[in-house]
């Protein structure tokens, strides 16, 4: 039995805890401040994208999301976050580049690339979901014409539980 209750323990350990947002002080395009650790959506789910005015896979991701982007929003409450990795000098083409396909997203600008390496991106586009407790439950890198669809099949998983 006491070894029994010691391989028990040890397998809960060696459990995975989930993760938190990091703190990093960032602005989101009109220039506000934005703490990425106090990132939230009323305790629903919401999902980061990191993205790039000149990745076109981002750019093909986001419009594919931004066709049924009301609909999810309707059916789970989610949001989504895009997180702009431009460098500084592009802010005003990334705010030109949301605003000129009608993304309504919230959009976040990480300039010095600081979020990006403590959540790990290494190349954009990468997407996380972050549930109603602030814990990053999924993350995928890249994007493949209809992997928007493991976005919200994640996202009515985490409602369901």
Not at 52 to 66: D, F, G, M
Request: overall charge negative; some cysteine.
């Amino acid at each position: 039995m006491k070894k029994f209750l010691v391989a028990i323990i040890a397998l809960v350990m060696a459990l995975p805890s989930l993760a938190q947002l990091p703190s990093v002080q960032l602005k989101d395009v009109d220039g506000n401040a934005v703490n990425t650790a106090e990132l939230s959506n009323d305790g629903k789910p919401f999902v980061i994208s990191f993205w790039a005015t000149w990745c076109k896979p981002c750019q093909r991701e986001l419009k594919a999301i931004h066709e049924v982007y009301p609909d999810w929003q309707d059916e789970t409450g989610m949001k989504l976050i895009v997180v702009s990795i431009d460098e500084a000098q592009n802010a005003e083409r990334v705010k030109t580049t949301i605003d000129g396909r009608g993304w309504e997203y919230e959009v976040v600008l990480d300039p010095n690339g600081e979020f990006k390496r403590q959540m790990g991106v290494q190349n954009p586009p990468h997407t996380f979901i972050v549930d109603g407790k602030g814990n990053i439950v999924w993350s995928h890198q890249g994007y493949t014409d209809g992997s928007e669809e493991e976005i919200i099949e994640k996202i009515r998983e985490i409602i369901g539980e």
